[in-house]
């Protein structure tokens, strides 16, 4: 049935207003994401730049959630930035993407990081742990992650693509919540498959039962896969109909992704002048 | 910000606790509703229909060929949605039925009894792509006519339609390897009667395995939803298939009397009310024709506790409320185990609220209209008891247009068995929700009921699947999941659900004479 249900949501037809709507509110959703050995400052430099304003001013709209780099890049992108700006900085941390490293190093990373300047620390889940059964283990160094990020809000990535099971991704969410998660997110981007529409549902469910049991709402934030305007629409909807309008927000949703932006920015401008703009129209991303 | 994230080490990891729990906002306990809001609202998105005219008079389809009624009457056929009329259908009588009736026999005897089965699959296979090819105009006429949602009729009852011819097709030349050591041989002539509630998908489930097993055809669609049935009887011309194969007699519950009391009739097979049933089970006692009928139903779905509580809801949900609840199988009535009850019920009331009522043509819609104003008043009518005899009614809070025929989403909690509408077939959006303790007070309940068509049971855990199936008196349970058809799938009920099968090499017997 979770496969069934989400592909439900991708049958639901978004037109006209609608469409601008949910394009526009994708964009105030995504953090724009650069995680390569070969970043530099100045590509930090250009994805804040582009975040701030992702198009042109006529096309009202709002700046990106955030910008998401390796914690060594995070000083360069307050830098840029400031202090006060709407753009969140993101940090991934704890050994990313593969979590196997000592604690003592993560959580120094962590430490950095946040000192540094990062808004948001992404962590990723021991995976090797969460499969071995060693659950206390995850939990507690969610914690201690949690502990140490202070006032900076933590995300927490499982990496479902290496958990492969919906019981696993379930009591990950269950897990990661409890332990003190802000968002819960998919995955790294580094593994396929990333974020699946059945694999968020999931976990869009664990986070209502989160919320019935202890009134908490943690955030989601699928990473990875979504390119597409039409996806992240979906993805909308799915929230939508499965958390409500409250959860319709960048404080309690996210996109991870770096090919998404300019596809979203294509179709909002085609929805405005009715038709395609070039893709050397739209600064990369 | 920076500063802030400066000074925060050494002070938060003093008070960890204190930390985490600040850091996130607790809602109170009885503020904890999700809200589904206008806060992205989705504009009506309708399926183009003025591509696909609706001819303003539906004759006769006899011998290969529109004809007049001997009456030369006609009734009309209603839109549920807007209540306007979308075209006139004849009125058939017994004359017609007998011309009818005569034609099928003609072609039975000179032509389709003694064509070889691989050419009679040909047809099939032609009727089958032709369906495919025409499924979007088939689907919208489908949703015009008998106000399902386009959303339905698209994904399911047209993809069904095709399969079933499909899937019978690849039988025909292949019958006398289906029955090991018996020799299938057709029986003639066979009268079907059909519902309102599945029009073209009902219609295929009979003329399929009827045809591919050598027999001709006489039959009469619902009052209400005949335009699907004529568009039908176009493509067989179109396949080009023999005339008098397939006859179609439109008219009301007369007209099928006529066809139930014809001589000369073989086989019959019925798809409809219980009432009916019973009156044709003893119009038809003693005389040759054989019989199959599908009648009503009041599935029980129980839910056990270790099952995914968010997926059996989605089950739950297409259990009832697919199609309006016009659906024999629908699952009626919900058991719960105790230790779930209240979670199922939030659960419930908060996924009814995302059902979009409303314009069945609009691609969003959900829910569309109920068949004709007859089926509203049963359903308001039954409603009404539940809520005069204490049942607690729950709906969802949406606008319903204001022609049509509509009814919302509905649950009711505080239900025993001694409620009308725990023990009555509703035939609309509408569940009662009861609870249970044990395994054995589950399969008790469920089994006390007249009907036995359908049941459903969710569970993590296998053994319990195969314990409540083997105890479940329903001629089809699904487990982890409900309202799932395939054309090779067996359909039927137990008790006064009817008997004979559909779908499946079973589905075959009905339509064969087995040596």
Redesign the interface.
Known sequence: ??E??AASFG????????KL??LK?AVSMCDLTTLEGKDTPGKVAYLCRKALQPIEVKYDVSSCAAVCVYPNLVKYA?QFLG???PVKIASVATGFPSGQYPMRTKLEEV?RA??????EIDMVIDRGAFLAGEHAKVFDEI?AT????????LKVIFETGELVTYDNVRLASEIAMQA?A?FIKTSTGKVSPAATMPVTLVML?AI?DY??A?????GMKPAGGIRTAKQALAY?VMV??T????W?CPQLFRFGASTLLNDVLMQIVKTVEGNYQAADYFSLS | ??????G??RE??EG?AV??IL???????R??R??????????P?PEDSKSYPIAPRHELFIGGKFVQPHSKQYFPSINPATEEKLTEIAFAEATDVDKAVKSARRAYQNVWSKMPGRERGKYLYRIARIIQEKARELAVLESMDGGKPI?ESR?VDLPLVAAHFFYYAGWADKLKYAFPGKTPEPLGVAGQIIPWNFPLLMAAWKIAPALACGNTVVLKPAETTSITAMRLAQIFLEAELPEGVVNIVTGPGDTGAAIVNHPDIDKLAFTGSTAVGKQIAQAVAGTKKKLTLELGGKAANILFEDA?I???I??VIAGIYFNQGHVCCAGSRLFVQEGIYS?VV?KLRDRIQ?LRVGNPLD??TDIGAINSNAQLRKIRDLVQSGVDEGARLTQTQCDLPEKGYWFPPSFFTGVTHAHRVATEEIFGPVLGVMTFRTPEEAFERANNTPYGLSAGVWTDKGSKIFNMVSQLRAGVVWA??FNKFDPASPFGGYKESGFGREGGLQGLAAYCRLR
């Open positions: 049935m979770v069934e249900r049958k639901r037809s978004i037109k006209g207003t609608t709507a949910g509110m307050r202090g006060l700006s430490r946040a000192v540094d300047g990062a808004d914690a949690k502990e140490i990020c202070g006032p900076a809000h003190g802000d469910e209502r919320f019935f202890t009134g908490i709402r943690i909308l939508k109909e958390l409500g309008d409250d319709l | 910000m920076r500063t802030k994230a400066k925060f080490s938060a990891s960890h930390a985490v850091s996130r906002p607790v809602v109170a306990l503020e904890r999700l809200n589904f809001g206008g806060k992205w609202n989705y504009m998105a959303k994904d995914p968010d997926q059996a989605e089950g979670m939030k995302t691609k969003n982890n999941s």
